[in-house]
């Protein structure tokens, strides 16, 4: 009895599995784009394909099928992506080139950021920058340095008051009134704490606002991926 049951749920599934791919595959027809962006684009984003980040996944549509009944009848590990792929670093690495980002994300998966990664997943471009959303940063906190940096100490401070006195005080709003975060603005650090940024400058800037640090960058963006 037991066993009659089975294919017919299965059958149930994969007609579901079918009738989802087909309206993900409708969504993504041009003329159908404008009716399901999630929201308005991120600064900067607003001419670029949404084919460069959701990328076609892996497979026809039959072997992504195939491939997902198998899994439902238990030959097979993993679900298969239907008809686009999550987006992931690679995308925006493709047209964000930076080899000497400051922070850049592969080194967060090292070990020792196990805990930052709990709270910050700072390994993904979007755990900072959810596209959208009508925004450039989505992250809120504009202190989010505490995360890595608490027991920082220099050697030789350049600074009127001490980094070591900074985060013993909490001061965290003001690393990035003197800090931008990739490294990729081409400026002078300031070394006079009332030459810093005010927060509320940055929150501006993280909502869309011009760059307050410099206009000139050392890496410009991509408007195609190199392939
Ligand atoms: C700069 C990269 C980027 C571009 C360009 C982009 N998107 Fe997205 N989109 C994302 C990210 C990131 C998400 C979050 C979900 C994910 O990670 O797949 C998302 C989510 C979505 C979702 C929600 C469904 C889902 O997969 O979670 C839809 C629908 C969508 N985008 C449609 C579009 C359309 C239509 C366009 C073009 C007008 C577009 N997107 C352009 C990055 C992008
Ligand atoms: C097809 C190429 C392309 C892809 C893919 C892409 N971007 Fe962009 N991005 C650009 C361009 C071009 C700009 C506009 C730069 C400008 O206006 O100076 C931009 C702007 C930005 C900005 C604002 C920059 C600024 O100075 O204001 C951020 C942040 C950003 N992208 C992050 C991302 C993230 C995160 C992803 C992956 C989800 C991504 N981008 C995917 C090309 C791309
Ligand atoms: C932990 C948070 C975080 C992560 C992860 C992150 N960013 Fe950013 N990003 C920021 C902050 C904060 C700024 C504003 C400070 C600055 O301009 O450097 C910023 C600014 C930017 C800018 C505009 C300034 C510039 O550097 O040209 C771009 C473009 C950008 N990020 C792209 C990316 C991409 C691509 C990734 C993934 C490879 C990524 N970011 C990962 C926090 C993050
Ligand atoms: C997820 C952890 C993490 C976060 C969050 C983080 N940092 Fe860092 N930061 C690091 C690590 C690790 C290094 C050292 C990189 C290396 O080994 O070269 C570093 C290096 C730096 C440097 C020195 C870069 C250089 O030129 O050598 C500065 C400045 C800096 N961080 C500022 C900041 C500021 C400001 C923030 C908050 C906006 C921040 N960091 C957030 C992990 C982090
Ligand atoms: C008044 C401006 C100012 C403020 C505020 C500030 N810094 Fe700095 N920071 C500097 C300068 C100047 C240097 C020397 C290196 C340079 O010129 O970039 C430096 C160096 C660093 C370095 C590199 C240390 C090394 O070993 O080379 C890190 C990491 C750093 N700062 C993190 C932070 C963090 C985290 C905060 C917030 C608690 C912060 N800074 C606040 C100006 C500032």
Redesign the pocket.
């Known amino acids: 009895m037991q066993k009659a049951k089975r294919p017919c749920q299965n059958i149930a599934i994969c007609l579901g599995l079918v009738v989802g791919a087909g309206s993900v595959l409708w969504f993504f027809l041009p003329e159908n784009k404008v009716l399901l962006i999630p929201g308005e684009m991120n600064t900067g984003h607003q001419n670029i394909d949404c084919d460069y980040c959701h990328r076609l996944a892996t497979g026809s549509l039959r072997q992504q099928i195939q491939a997902n009944v198998r899994f439902v009848l238990g030959l097979r590990l993993k679900a298969a992506d239907y008809g686009r792929s999550p987006v992931t670093n690679e995308q925006c690495l493709g047209c964000h080139r930076r080899p000497d980002d400051r922070h850049p994300v592969f080194l967060f998966f090292e070990p020792r950021f196990k805990e930052a990664r709990k709270k910050l997943q700072p390994q993904s471009c979007i755990s900072c920058h959810a596209e959208h959303s009508n925004v450039r940063i989505t992250l809120s906190d504009i202190g989010f ?1 505490r995360t890595c ?1 608490e027991k ?1 100490v ?1 050697q030789e401070d ?3 008051i001490s ?1 070591a006195q ?2 013993k005080q909490k ?2 709003e ?2 990035l ?3 931008d975060f990739h490294g990729n603005h081409i400026m002078t ?5 009332d ?2 940024l005010a927060p509320q400058k940055i929150r501006d800037y993280f909502n869309g606002a011009d760059s307050p640090y410099s206009k000139e960058k050392h890496h410009q963006p991509l408007t195609e991926p190199q392939s």
């Open positions: 340095c940096h920082l220099l350049p600074i009127s980094h900074l985060i001061q965290w003001t690393c009134g003197c800090h650090t300031p070394r006079q704490l030459k810093a």
